[in-house]
């Protein structure tokens, strides 16, 4: 798959607003019918454009109130402490996402706890315990103005 269709963004603009709706409805949505609707999100699936299907939970009512980006800068760029920190970081579930930036820090993160507590024994039972980390920086999030999951197709 080379180039999405206009087709293909209908029917992708669609999935991600409802990804439980049916095909039938999604073929009619999507000015399609349901037979071609199926062929072309099959097709769309085994190219990974469609990576997955997830729930979107609502941390708050999930138990998950405390809420941070961190910033990370590592004392060098040791490909060893890189790998380790990479390694270890995917396997956290506290950590939603993980993004390798420019600028002062080498990695920020997203993370989400059951409150301030937990977030300091993420902090001291494992981010401070992983090799290579020079400095940590860590900035509340007060409030979620604005967190989307679907691309602009």
């Known amino acids: ?7 293909d963004r209908r029917l992708l603009t669609v999935l991600q607003t409802d990804s439980r709706i049916s095909n039938q409805e999604l073929a009619e949505r999507a000015g399609m019918s349901a037979s071609a609707c199926w062929r072309r999100v099959r097709a769309l699936e085994e190219a990974g454009i469609i990576a997955a299907y997830p729930v979107v939970l609502d941390a708050e009512k999930a138990g998950l109130s405390f809420s941070a980006i961190v910033h990370i800068t590592l004392t060098r760029h040791d490909a060893s402490h890189v790998e380790t920190f990479i390694a270890r970081i995917v396997e956290r579930p506290e950590v ?3 993004l ?3 600028g002062e820090a080498d990695y920020h993160l997203r993370v989400v706890c ?4 937990a977030y300091n024994a993420f902090l001291d039972t494992f ?3 992983l090799p290579g980390i020079a400095h940590v920086r860590t ?3 007060l409030k979620e103005v604005k967190l989307e999951t679907r691309l602009p197709v």
Request: glycine fraction near 0%; proline fraction near 0%.
């Open 114 to 117: 059951r409150d301030k507590d």
């Open 1 to 7: 798959m080379n180039q999405l269709t206009d087709s």
């Open 100 to 102: 390798a930036t420019t």
């Open 139 to 141: 900035n509340l999030v």
């Open 96 to 98: 939603l996402e993980c």
């Open 127 to 129: 981010l401070f315990r």
